[in-house]
């Protein structure tokens, strides 16, 4: 297993920049997520990882090593691609087996070594009773996993994983998303994984880099981007519904911060959050105005009024969920979850009736504005 | 907004004679938010393609308010239908998309002006109007076929296609969007999925078909505490019920063999009385309770395995003590803090349990609330 380091790393298509100088260190045995929307550039750093692509600038290190100049093959790497590219005129079995009979690691497996460690990895990745078939014969999943299986029959210094589940149905993509913990915990593998699936990131990694247009948005361990996101970006990334940011105007009232959204609602912001408020207050035409972000489950609803602060909407609509219910409401250029935490069933409230909402103060951040608001783009 | 009866319907397809949908039979109720739900190749796609008149029914009725429509084309069944196998007119306008099915069906311009207007209010098109469709993003061009979808009063609207491969972003919006519309239309709504968390989030009822039969048609909270069989128990519910294999060891009490000395469990609900004592025992991961320390009842002793953080919630994967060490699966708050090698005690409640034999439930369990 090795240390991977990229550093000041630039790909430049034409003088289109993919990836603007990124520096990141994924650990001997790390589990790295590098997590962005589509077109972040994620794909283009495991290639450039991979040599696939070349590197416009910068350095990558293996263990220390600089293996900028390095062909594919020469790097100990195995990758599994989101289209899987599997050999189309090769059996499963085939495919799975190739990277061991790869002459440059001389392997030199005995038939019987090679069937075992192909057929245990099929077995884990419930696909063992496919290794007859050709790829035209399987389906898009089927696919998907035997192109992971090729990827993991080996041990090489380093995975790199580009939406290795993206493609399996929902059932699938949890048992197989345990089945990759286990297999990295198991091994102690180093592991780039690239994802633009929030769960996924969470639930795998030791590390998460979140990528924004080819440059680092945040950096830290699952825990830390969940609670601690560094910009509205990353807030509005992660969770399903996603974090609410609403724009307001950043107001005094009485000697007392005041975040007030036009005339529905206002809030007093006490304590350090004040402090956060002023720090991101920017004045647009004359107005002092900040974003305030909070994420559904930090949000109360209720028939009757729970609380000074406490402000009225009327529902927009309320979709349910196994252990929860989310009450949407609307806001100008966007909407505005609260999920409850509800016995399945429970929820009776209606289309139009107002609620009052609450926020928890405890679980308010402020950003500075660096994404478009509107949902409805 | 109507009722639709499907009365033993049937399809065979003549080519090898396979079997799209076995005697089906069930009431979409007036205004009804129903979910077609099932894995694929359940028959899900079948009974769509019969609903929606695209498809002949090979045996039995379909009736619309009574009426039997096994005859009527899709133009004469006045039914909508919204994603992806109905794609937008790409070379109309988005005013033209939205107007298509009320100037087919004969009406005056005027009104249909008014009522592509108060749509495009509804769903925030009113700056794409004059905009085409290749021109539009994958949310906007989502957003037009609602509209389209929804824009009059069909007997049936039938949205085909998951919204599962969107963003969460999208995702969280259209859900809320399709919900809200079939609140304010009153339509009669059917929605096709082989999601499970996309049926329980929009539904009033779902039906769950496998196998070309159905398997259930209930609430979302009758099929979560009653499943009617195995296939339905794990079928719904994300992580699936952990299924365990069990033994009755009188009315009110299973052990688990080879996990711990034979861990006791009591549980809650009626028996049926014909249950052999060869079970299992079905318990949600939802449903479970951590605990650190032994000493109180219905628990079984635990080994973390694996932790996977949700943000809110961590999966746990345990394996029990004991020879058998089966794996289960738990969903705690993500403020538990366990760590992998910990040992554990899982609480089950005594009306948290689900029997099984074989197939089938044996345990009648009370609908909680």
Avoid at chain 2, 31 to 53: D, H, Q, Y
Avoid at chain 2, 148 to 160: I, S, Y
Avoid at chain 2, 242 to 262: F, I, K, M, S, Y
Wanted: charged fraction near 25%.
């Amino acid at each position: 297993m090795a240390e991977v380091k990229l550093e000041s790393v630039t790909k430049l298509y034409g003088r289109k920049k993919a990836v603007d100088g990124v520096s990141v260190t994924c650990k001997e045995g790390e589990f790295l997520s590098i997590f962005g929307p589509t077109g972040a550039g994620k794909s283009t750093i495991l290639k450039m990882i991979a040599g696939i692509e070349e590197i416009t600038s910068g350095t990558i290190r293996f263990n220390g090593r600089v293996v900028n100049d390095l062909p594919p093959q020469e790097r100990n790497v195995s990758m599994a691609f989101e289209s899987y590219n599997l050999y189309p005129h090769m059996k499963v079995y085939d495919n799975v087996a190739f990277p061991l009979r790869a002459p440059r690691w001389g392997l030199r497996l005995e038939p019987a070594e090679e069937r075992r460690r192909v057929k245990e990895i099929a077995d884990f990745l419930g696909i063992g009773e496919l290794l007859e078939r050709l790829p035209q014969h399987l389906s898009g999943g089927q696919k998907q996993r035997v192109s992971l299986a090729r990827a993991l029959v080996r041990r090489p210094e380093v995975y790199l994983l580009d939406e290795p589940i993206a493609h399996l149905d929902a059932r699938l993509k949890f048992s197989t998303q345990s089945l990759l913990k286990e297999f990295a915990s198991k091994y102690g593998s180093t592991i780039v994984y690239v994802t633009h699936d929030y769960r996924e990131a969470l639930a795998l990694s030791h590390r998460i880099v979140v990528l924004r247009r080819g440059t680092i948005e945040q950096e830290g361990t699952p825990e830390e981007v969940f609670h601690t996101p560094r910009t509205d970006f990353v807030g509005r990334l992660i969770g399903e519904p996603p974090m609410n940011l609403i724009d307001g105007d950043a107001a005094t009232r009485d000697g007392e911060a005041w975040f007030q959204v036009g005339d529905r609602f206002g809030l007093p912001i006490r304590g350090p959050r004040a402090e956060a408020m002023r720090a991101v207050t920017r004045t647009e035409q004359g107005k002092p105005v900040a974003r305030l972000g909070i994420r559904p489950e930090n949000i109360r609803v209720s028939r009757a009024r729970p609380g000074p602060a406490a402000f009225q909407l009327p529902v927009y609509a309320v979709v349910q969920e196994a252990q929860s219910t989310v009450v949407t409401f609307e806001l100008p250029g966007t909407f505005f979850y609260a999920r409850t935490r509800q016995e399945i069933g429970s929820a009776d409230y209606r289309v139009g009736e107002p609620l009052w909402i609450d926020l928890d103060p405890e679980k308010i951040f402020f950003f500075p504005r660096t994404v478009a608001l509107s949902t409805k783009a | 907004m109507s009722q639709v009866e499907l009365r033993s319907m049937w399809k065979i397809y003549p080519r090898g004679n396979v079997v799209g949908v076995k005697d089906l039979s069930f009431t979409i109720r007036n205004e009804e938010f129903l979910a077609i739900l099932g894995p694929s190749g359940g028959g899900k796609s079948s009974t769509l393609r019969m609903l929606a008149g695209l498809e002949e029914i090979t045996r039995g009725e379909l009736a619309f308010d009574g009426t039997v429509v096994n005859h009527l084309g899709p133009a004469e069944r006045n039914i909508a239908l919204a994603f992806e196998s109905y794609a937008l007119y790409q070379r109309l306008s988005v005013y033209e998309n939205i107007a298509f099915p009320l100037r087919a069906r004969g009406m005056k311009q005027a009104a249909v002006a008014q009522k592509v207007r108060w749509i495009a209010e509804l769903l925030d098109l009113e700056p794409l109007l004059d905009k085409y469709p290749g021109s539009l993003a994958g949310g906007q061009q989502q957003r037009v076929s609602l509209a389209r979808a929804f824009v009059r009063q069909p007997k049936l609207t039938l949205l085909d296609e998951p919204i599962s491969h969107m963003d969460q972003r999208l995702r969280a919006e259209v859900r809320a969007r399709i919900r809200h519309l079939h609140e304010e239309m009153h339509n009669t709504t059917v929605y096709v999925t082989h999601d499970q968390a996309e049926a329980v989030s929009l539904c009033d009822r779902m039906v769950i078909l496998h196998q070309a039969q159905l398997q259930q048609i209930g609430t979302v909270e009758e099929i979560w505490h009653r499943p009617a069989n195995r296939f339905v128990a794990s079928f719904v519910g994300e992580p699936a019920m952990n299924l365990l294999p069990a033994r009755l060891r009188d009315r009110t009490t299973v052990v688990l063999p080879e996990v711990d000395h034979e861990s006791a469990l009591s549980f809650r609900g009626e028996l049926d009385p014909g249950a052999h004592a060869e079970v299992t025992i079905g318990i949600r991961p939802q449903e479970i309770g951590v605990l650190r320390a032994a000493g109180v009842a219905n628990t079984l002793p635990c080994i973390v395995r694996l932790l996977e953080f949700q943000g809110e919630n961590t999966i746990l994967t345990v394996t029990t003590d004991g020879p058998a060490q089966h794996t289960l699966k738990v969903a705690v708050a993500a403020s538990e803090a366990n760590a992998v090698g910990e040992r554990v005690f899982l609480q089950v409640r005594p009306e948290s349990i689900h029997l099984f034999e074989g197939d089938r439930p044996v345990l009648r369990r009370a609908l909680a609330g």
